[in-house]
């Protein structure tokens, strides 16, 4: 009688060691699989994106700037030339709004201390474009390179020549917040599907000043903030070369829903849904790791601490 209940033990032993093992080997795909998706989705949603936020609104109201002689009722309007023969040019390589914020997003971002010399300066989309390329003291030469008001204002030229109506594109010059940096910074709306959408043409490559070097990166998608919140803290001016709001001096020409149409983002509420395929892979990649950790060590896994991501303003 012993003899058999130990027979049965070590039956039952050997069985759940063979099941324990089979589970193992069946884990492990799903583990390759869900580290894999895991760095992707990182990648994906948390772009190396650094902030250097120090733009301020007085020096935007400076006659270097605030231009007294402007041929627009906002001197900021000058510097959106969708009508400029570098635009053109530009413009006839693209094909759409997806493509030529693509091209924007290859722009190097280059501070106006190094670039120019002084804490502030802008520039056409002219010199940007044709200029800035060989200049001496552009470290990344022979590519385009400036800070953010040249790339927003270069980019919402190039969305103009591509078609794009002047009712449903502009620059927006604010405060903006991110993880804590607060500073001025300037970037593109689009108008879709009855929202204005963030772009930031700004997240492609920089060149670093503390270190000196160049920081190659691919930039955020076009829609990357159809479902993420861009993190505006105050807006000063909207505008481009027609249209334009100045909150600084209560003055406006632009339609009506430049101020009253929500932006994507900005209010949770308003967020578009999350994509339904990034939702379930996040949701596989949780259980497979979860289930991993309890069935290997035998304990729940731990809290999940929250993600903190990086990114790059300029001045």
């Known amino acids: ?44 949603i948390a772009p190396d ?25 906002l001197p900021y309007q000058d510097y959106v030339t969708p009508f400029d023969s570098a635009v053109g040019h530009l413009s006839d390589g693209v094909n759409g709004k997806i493509e030529a914020y693509r091209a924007a997003v290859g722009w190097v971002w280059v501070s106006d201390a190094t670039l120019n010399g002084v804490d502030e300066k802008w520039l056409k989309p ?11 003291t552009n470290p990344a030469k022979p590519r385009e390179a ?14 103009r020549a591509e078609g794009v109506e002047a009712e449903d594109v502009r620059v927006v010059l604010g405060l903006v917040n991110f993880g804590g ?36 990166r691919r930039g955020m998608s076009y829609n990357y903030y159809e479902t ?18 100045d909150f600084v001096h209560s003055k406006k020409n632009a339609p009506d829903y430049w101020s009253t149409l929500p932006v994507v983002g900005n209010d949770g509420s308003e967020v578009k849904e999350v994509d339904t395929m990034r939702f379930c892979l996040t ?20 809290r999940r601490t929250r993600d903190r991501l990086k990114t790059l303003i300029c001045p």
């Open 1 to 44: 009688m012993e003899d058999r209940k130990e027979r049965i033990m070590e039956d039952t032993r050997h069985g759940m060691s063979l099941e324990m093992v089979i589970l193992v080997i069946c884990m492990i795909p799903a583990i390759v699989l869900g580290t894999f998706l895991a760095f992707y989705m990182i990648l994906e």
């Open 49 to 73: 994106y650094p902030p250097r936020p120090d733009m301020q609104l007085q020096r935007l109201l400076q006659p270097t700037i605030w231009n007294p002689n402007a041929t627009h009722e």
């Open 126 to 136: 002219h010199i940007f474009l044709m200029d800035t390329p060989s200049y001496d």
């Open 146 to 159: 400036s800070d953010c008001e040249e790339q927003a204002n270069t980019l919402v030229s190039l969305l």
């Open 181 to 216: 940096d607060e500073g001025g910074h300037a970037w593109v709306e689009v108008y879709e599907d009855d929202r204005w959408l963030a772009l930031e043409a700004t997240s492609g490559p920089y060149y670093d000043d503390d270190s000196q070097r160049l920081v190659e």
């Open 228 to 245: 993420r919140s861009y993190p505006s803290v105050d807006i000063w001016f909207y505008y481009n070369d027609v249209y334009y709001i």
């Open 283 to 302: 949701s596989l990649i949780t259980i497979y790791f979860s289930e991993a950790q309890i069935s290997i060590i035998g304990e729940s896994p731990p």
